[in-house]
């Protein structure tokens, strides 16, 4: 296998963010987490505490969302957000940048909006995510095209104190043609450049749409350190099938070796 089991399993934040999602579905997705020795759950404000409880001694961080998931939250709600989730034992921070500020051009008012939560979230010792939206940014906007905004908006996380940089949080529906809603989420070319976009000390996490663990490889090889998913179990159990017939080949490879060096054939 191209990476170890361990390094692509804590690349993954086991997401559990759906609006439906009761308690035991939250507490059953936590003990999912610790089972596959994920790098975290990323998981709604007000079940911080209990996952946090769930989840010491595993090794597995408990994420909290802020501002989740359109941003709109003034800048005090997210700071004192993010100090209530850290109390409550967050590690990690996935914030939404206010959206519709950076298509205004209001650069400023953007950049202390991610610094008041990074400032805050460094207090306690978390770190954080700062989540783009990128479906929402297909056409750019303030004057620069989608891909010098994006360029932009890494530049100016990384002044914040951003820890990550983050392409999208897997509910950014845009409608469609056909008057449905949908997204694409993380996508190969978003990836490479937001990783181009911020020094090396700034990591990149993907979301939405990757299902699979081809998906997940893909991510790493393009420089993400981090991956929101949903379908950990399935890709997790599909690299122990894949590590298996692996190993199994060679077993067979080195018996035949083994044979031909007896002079069994």
Known sequence: MKYTYEQLAKMIDHSLLHPTMTDQELEDGCRLAAKYGVASVCIKPYAVKRAAELLRGTGVFVGAVIGF????????????ETELACRDGAAEIDMV???GKALSGDWDFVEQDVKAVCDEAHKHGAKVKVIFENDYLSKGGAGLSSDDFKRKLCQLCERAGADWVKTSSGYGFVKQPDGSYNYKGATEHDLALMRASVSAKVQVKAAGGVRDLDGLIKVRDLGGSRCGATATAAMLDEYRRREAAEKAGQAVAANAAGKIGAGGY
């Open 69 to 80: 998931p359109h941003g709109n939250s003034a800048t005090e709600s997210k700071r004192y």
């Open 97 to 99: 940048i206010n959206i």
